[in-house]
T-cell receptor
């Protein structure tokens, strides 16, 4: 079983600036995966980035990167050069194996032009 | 690859009626998942299939909820005797052999 906590209900950032979204998790699995998903208003959930727990190297996808601290059970998302299209709800999620994802409550990201 | 599709996209029903939602996964994805998302919350896992086998159903919300995937392709989620508390977005996702799940657009249910 997993629990995922996102302690920032809302974050705001100026366009072109960098923002970091926080996530902590807990799991009884030894082999698990962590994800960040983006959900724009009234649109579908989109995968942003994925991290395998057994990999020490932090995942990176273009302007999106994670800071994975396994011992601290922390998995934050950094968005560089924020763009207006990044405005959305961001969800952190955890899964062990083929089971269903456990999501946090989400962080609403606002991009100020 | 056309992505995960869900139908209908919106459903309005009266309390006590039965509703059925359909999900078509990405072709060749053998795993299919159902989630419920209420306003202001993250999705909540309900059940999943590997091919036609339902491998987890203990988290279905009540015995009014049931799901099928008869031929290992599309899946249906049925809610019997709907209640106002069932109003939510119902999401479907699929995956291949990795844990990465890809989501459909969801079906928004409103129970009056």
């Amino acid at each position: 079983a997993q629990t995922v906590t996102q302690s920032q209900p809302e974050m705001s950032v100026q366009e072109a600036e960098t923002v970091t979204l926080s996530c902590t998790y807990d799991t009884s699995e030894s082999d698990y995966y962590l994800f960040w998903y983006k959900q724009p208003p009234s649109r579908q959930m989109i995968l942003v980035i994925r991290q395998e727990a057994y990999k020490q190297q932090n995942a990176t996808e273009n302007r999106f990167s994670v800071n994975f601290q396994k011992a601290a059970k922390s998995f934050s998302l950094k968005i560089s050069d924020s763009q207006l299209g990044d405005a959305a709800m961001y969800f952190c999620a955890c899964v062990g194996g083929a089971d269903g994802l456990t999501f946090g409550k989400g962080t609403h990201l606002i991009i100020q032009p | 690859d056309t992505g995960v599709s869900q139908n209908p996209r919106h459903k309005i029903t009266k309390r006590g009626q039965n509703v059925t939602f359909r999900c078509d996964p990405i072709s060749e994805h053998n795993r299919l998942y159902w989630y419920r998302q209420t306003l202001g919350q993250g999705p909540e896992f309900l059940t999943y299939f590997q091919n036609e086998a339902q491998l987890e159903k203990s988290r279905l919300l009540s015995d009014r909820f049931s799901a099928e995937r008869p031929k290992g392709s599309f899946s249906t989620l049925e809610i019997q005797r709907t209640e106002q508390g069932d109003s939510a977005m119902y999401l479907c996702a699929s995956s291949a052999t990795t844990p990465t799940q890809y989501f459909g657009p969801g079906t928004r249910l409103l129970v009056l």
